[in-house]
């Protein structure tokens, strides 16, 4: 949570600095195949670069990332064909969703699954 209204601009431009990066890496990447992409994939790439890099801050969780996904995508004019943010709202929620299960089952590969047996605990010391 923040303390001060300068803190949140900060954290607002360091948003939009992440959703532009990870829109300029993809066209970088993907140079003439992009427009042919069915739009929730576009925004599924956008939500997987730039969310991992957000994901690591405590107010993470407060913010609605489907809304902003949906605003930044009907702001960047050619790679969604100009559609509104109320257009792209239910394939940004899908992005969104889509971004988070893959983040669970990457957690889940790497640390376990706390509801078996065995799994994601330290091992016991023999005494």
């Given at each position: 949570?923040?303390?001060?209204?300068?803190?949140?601009?900060?954290?607002?431009?360091?948003?939009?600095?992440?959703?532009?990066?990870?829109?300029?890496?993809?066209?970088?990447?993907e140079?003439?195949?992009?427009?042919?992409?069915?739009?929730?994939?576009v925004?599924?790439?956008?939500?997987?670069?730039?969310?991992?890099?957000?994901?690591?801050?405590?107010?993470?969780?407060?913010?609605?990332?489907?809304?902003?996904?949906?605003?930044?995508?009907?702001?960047?004019?050619?790679?969604?064909?100009?559609r509104s943010?109320?257009?792209?709202?239910?394939?940004?929620?899908?992005?969104?969703?889509?971004?988070?299960?893959?983040?669970?089952?990457q957690?889940?590969?790497?640390?376990?699954?706390?509801?078996?047996?065995?799994?994601?605990?330290?091992?016991?010391?023999?005494?």
């Amino acid at each position: 949570q923040y303390q001060s209204d300068e803190e949140v601009q900060h954290a607002k431009k360091r948003i939009r600095a992440k959703f532009r990066q990870a829109a300029f890496s993809l066209e970088q990447r993907e140079t003439g195949r992009l427009e042919r992409w069915p739009v929730e994939k576009v925004m599924q790439s956008i939500a997987r670069e730039a969310l991992q890099q957000l994901a690591v801050d405590d107010w993470f969780e407060q913010v609605n990332w489907a809304t902003v996904l949906a605003a930044f995508a009907s702001e960047s004019g050619p790679l969604f064909g100009g559609r509104s943010e109320a257009e792209l709202q239910p394939a940004a929620k899908r992005a969104v969703q889509t971004w988070r299960e893959h983040e669970k089952q990457q957690k889940q590969l790497l640390f376990g699954d706390p509801g078996r047996p065995g799994r994601g605990k330290a091992p016991e010391q023999v005494k």
